[in-house]
């Protein structure tokens, strides 16, 4: 054991100071992100009259979303830090008298990286999507004027469903329209209901109207009067129509699949999903490529300290790196280049890029 925790001893040294760095920066953005976020929602919260403790639940169930959102880029000004302070103190001179070359440096700080990755990972895939649900259905639920609420739509198979809103925490859905399609071209019949409660886990109509569309039919509604026919037959529990009301609530790659496979409702496009899907998975990439840039600043001249604006170079070279990433999402979201290539080209390039200065310093040198 004792051999082990020499072996990696520079691993573990390096390593902290770029956790230190990095978490340190992660709270001061967290914190000021969750300020500007209680401006904006404080009036909202109080006019429901929830008080300081509502405030709480609020910042509590925001943190998540917040901190996942500011990680990359928190890892990126917490290692050119890191390695900023590293090089000035004569550090990375000293790493590199004893034969430890830059790959070999960034070789030492891979698992860290992995290790930032993996923690924006489980934020983004399984604690964001949970407390950003709760918080919506919580929103919801004290929500004094639900029916102000903006419409909204999704699909379920070829179904188009229409909702004016929804209250009591999706249990209770006003304004319903499920427009049935055979296929992409052709309605098949059409249902209407003023309200649908949830109850006993079933979704029951009232009020609602049924016309169907057959050549042979007469195009005129008809009330629903038998009890079996005022049940609403759909995978879809009062969260699901919580997070499909919402514009841009976050998901679990679990669900996203659930919703390419069509076994339940759905809002957003393929593109959009599969291009969400493979951002996700592709996060490793995009950490190790913050390390990567960041390690341009061990080739701060020794006598230039801080008045060297190479720290300055890497920090705009890592912001046009994620501007970048960001333009190829919104591409592959709108369907006009495909998911793969939008998640990886922006590591790919840059990667190249940002490994050719490194050979090129390395041979002045």
């Excluded at 604690?127 to 029916?147: C, G, S, V």
Aim: charged share 15%; net charge positive.
């Amino acid at each position: 054991m004792k051999k082990l925790l020499k072996r990696y001893v520079l691993t573990f040294y390096l390593s902290s100071r770029l956790l230190a760095t990095t978490f340190t920066t992660v709270i001061i953005l967290t914190a000021i992100m969750e300020v500007l976020t209680l401006l904006e929602q404080t009036s909202s919260i109080l006019e429901r009259q929830l008080g300081i403790k509502g405030v709480v639940h609020f910042m509590m169930l925001k943190l998540p979303l917040l901190f996942n959102s500011v990680l990359p880029l928190s890892t990126l000004i917490g290692f050119l830090i890191a390695l900023t302070q590293l090089t000035i103190n004569n550090e990375i001179t000293i790493l590199r008298s004893i034969g430890l070359s830059t790959w070999g440096l960034i070789k030492k700080l891979i698992p860290v990286t992995l290790l930032l990755s993996f923690l924006c990972f489980i934020m983004s895939d399984q604690i964001t999507p949970k407390t950003e649900l709760d918080l919506a259905t919580w929103w919801n639920k004290t929500n004094p004027h639900p029916e102000k609420e903006n419409n909204f739509y999704f699909y379920s198979n070829l179904d188009i469903i229409n909702i004016d809103h929804i209250a009591y925490g999706g249990n209770k859905i006003t304004g319903l329209t499920i427009i049935k399609r055979r296929d992409l071209s052709h309605i098949d019949s059409v249902l209407i209901a003023d309200e649908v409660i949830h109850k006993n886990h079933q979704w029951i109509f009232s009020h609602a109207k049924f016309l169907q569309n057959k050549p042979d039919i007469p195009l005129k509604f008809h009330e629903l009067t038998n009890e079996k026919e005022r049940i609403w037959n759909i995978n879809l529990t009062p969260h699901t129509l919580i997070r499909l009301s919402s514009k841009s609530m976050p998901q679990s790659i679990h669900n996203m699949v659930l919703e390419l496979s069509y076994q339940q409702p759905f809002k957003m496009p393929t593109n959009y999903i599969k291009t969400t899907i493979w951002g996700r998975l592709c996060l490793p990439f995009t950490f190790i490529m913050m390390l990567i840039i960041t390690v341009l600043v061990t080739y701060i001249p020794p006598r230039a300290g801080l008045r060297s604006w190479i720290p300055i170079y890497c920090l705009g070279y890592g912001l046009l790196f994620i501007i970048f990433q960001e333009v190829l999402h919104a591409l592959g979201k709108a369907g006009t280049i495909p998911a793969p290539v939008a998640s990886l080209s922006a590591f790919l390039v840059f990667m190249l890029a940002t490994c050719t200065i490194i050979l090129s310093v390395e041979e002045k040198q």
